[in-house]
C-alpha cells in the first residue's frame, strides 16, 4: 500500500497543474476547475490500482476529468435554463482582465463544443483520439471545432469579449 | 494540414493560453486527495459490503421458503395423498351455520374459520386453534378434528 500511495501522491504532484489548466478553460473558474481536479483525482484513485499499470495515465485522468465535466453540466441543478430576468452576480475585482473576458466566451460555447477546442487546440492531440474521448466520429469533431471557432470569432468581433482591447 | 487548419489551430491555442493569464497557486495537496481517496473506497466498500450481505440475506430466505414447501410437498406424498389437485371444487367457500356459530369452510385451504374472522392460511397458520376440516378424497365427506386432538404438524397447504 504504501508504493502505491507514493506512486499516487507522485502522480498527482505531477499531473494536477496541468489538469487544473485543462479544467480552467472547461469551466472559466479557478477554484471550480480545482474542486474539478480533486475529484477526478478521487475518482482515479478507486481505480488506482488498474490505471497504476497503464502507459497513459495522464490520457487516463484526462478522459476521467473530461468525463466529470461533462457529467456536471449535465446534472439539474447545473443545467442551464433560459430566463427573462439575469441573475444578480457577483463582480470580480479584477473584472477588466482580459483572460476573464476570454473565459467567458469560452464559456459561452456548449459543452461538447468547448471540449473539443480544448482538447484539439490546448492539448494538441489528433482528432482520432478526441472523437474517442468525447465518444463520436471523426467528422463530429471536426464540424464541433468549426462550429465553435466561429462561434468564438462571432463573439470577438462583435465586441462581446474583449471590448476595445484588440 | 492546410494552412487555413494551421492558422485556426495557431489563432485557437494562442486564444487558450491568454484565457488563462492569471493562474493562481495551486491550494491541492496530495496528502489531502489522497485521503479523501481512501474515505471514498472505504464509503464504497461499506456500499458494497452491504448490498452483498443483503442479496444474502434475500437469496437465504428464498432457498429457505423453497426448502419448506419441498419438505411439505415430501410429506404429503408420504401420507398417500395427491400433491396436486387437478379438480376444482365447486363453491370455494361456504358458510355454515352451527352451535358455535356461523363458519366458513374454505375448501382450498381445507381449513374452517369463524366467520368473523380473517380464513386466509396466515390466520390458519398462526391460530390453529379451531376445528380443522379435511376432506377424504374417495368419498368426497368432510371431517372435523378438534386442536387437542390434532397433531402438532403443521397444516398441509394445498399445492395448486
Avoid at chain 2, 434475500?58 to 421458503?65: D, E, R, V
Wanted: hydrophobic share 40%.
Amino acid at each position: 500500500v504504501g508504493v502505491r500511495d507514493d506512486e499516487f501522491v507522485e502522480f498527482v504532484h505531477r499531473c494536477s497543474a496541468p489538469l487544473r489548466r485543462t479544467a480552467l478553460l472547461m469551466c472559466g473558474d479557478w477554484h471550480r476547475a480545482e474542486d474539478l481536479v480533486q475529484t477526478t483525482l478521487v475518482k482515479l484513485f478507486r481505480a488506482w490500482s488498474r490505471v497504476r499499470g497503464m502507459d497513459q495515465r495522464e490520457a487516463c485522468a484526462r478522459q476521467v476529468l473530461l468525463r466529470t465535466i461533462i457529467d456536471e453540466s449535465r446534472r439539474f441543478w447545473r443545467r442551464e435554463r433560459s430566463s427573462d430576468v439575469l441573475p444578480d452576480r457577483a463582480i470580480p475585482a479584477v473584472d477588466s482582465d482580459l483572460s476573464i473576458d476570454l473565459r467567458r466566451a469560452l464559456a459561452a460555447l456548449p459543452v461538447r463544443q468547448r471540449a473539443t477546442v480544448v482538447l484539439r487546440y490546448w492539448e494538441d492531440l489528433p482528432v482520432g483520439e478526441v472523437a474517442t474521448l468525447l465518444r463520436c466520429n471523426e467528422g463530429t469533431v471536426k464540424s464541433q471545432s468549426a462550429k465553435a471557432l466561429a462561434a468564438l470569432r462571432t463573439m470577438i468581433d462583435s465586441g462581446r469579449v474583449l471590448e476595445g482591447r484588440q | 494540414m492546410t494552412a487555413a487548419d494551421d492558422a485556426d489551430r495557431q489563432w485557437a491555442h494562442t486564444l487558450l493560453a491568454r484565457a488563462m493569464d492569471d493562474e493562481p497557486e495551486l491550494q491541492l495537496r496530495a496528502e489531502e486527495v489522497l485521503t479523501s481517496g481512501r474515505r471514498s473506497l472505504g464509503r464504497r466498500r461499506a456500499a458494497l459490503t452491504g448490498a452483498i450481505t443483503v442479496v444474502a440475506l434475500a437469496a437465504t430466505g428464498i432457498l429457505l421458503s423453497l426448502a419448506d414447501s419441498a419438505r411439505s410437498g415430501a410429506q404429503t406424498a408420504h401420507q398417500g395423498q395427491p400433491a396436486l389437485s387437478t379438480t376444482a371444487p365447486a363453491a370455494p367457500e361456504t358458510t355454515l351455520y352451527g352451535a358455535e356459530g356461523p363458519l366458513i369452510l374454505d375448501a382450498h385451504s381445507r381449513v374452517m374459520t369463524p366467520a368473523n374472522r380473517p380464513s386466509s392460511g396466515w390466520w390458519n397458520w398462526c391460530t390453529p386453534t379451531g376445528p380443522r376440516w379435511t376432506r377424504d378424497r374417495a368419498t368426497g365427506a368432510w371431517t372435523a378434528t378438534r386442536p387437542s386432538a390434532a397433531s402438532t404438524t403443521r397444516p398441509v397447504p394445498n399445492h395448486r
